[in-house]
């Protein structure tokens, strides 16, 4: 199970770093939803891997991460169901 967490939290550290990179680059806006999406994922993986290992302050900062990317894509979902009415 050790094994199958810090994959996750490793696949968590790469999205998050990808994300970053495209959007220093400018290969990606920092407002659109693939970033969004991107973060969410990386920063709920990354939750799951730190407080499997019991790294409480790091666990802590990547739910609170993940809920702000929670509430973004939930803004972009509503913004978006507002047009097509």
Known sequence: MSTFITAIGTLGAIALLIAYGLVSTSKMSGDSLAYQAINL?????????????GAWPSAILNIVWSAIGVLTLSRFIARRAARKS
Not at 42 to 49: D, E, Q, Y
Request: charged share 0%; no cysteine; aromatic share 8%.
């Open 41 to 53: 994922g990386g920063a709920a993986a990354l939750a799951v891997n730190s407080g499997y290992h």
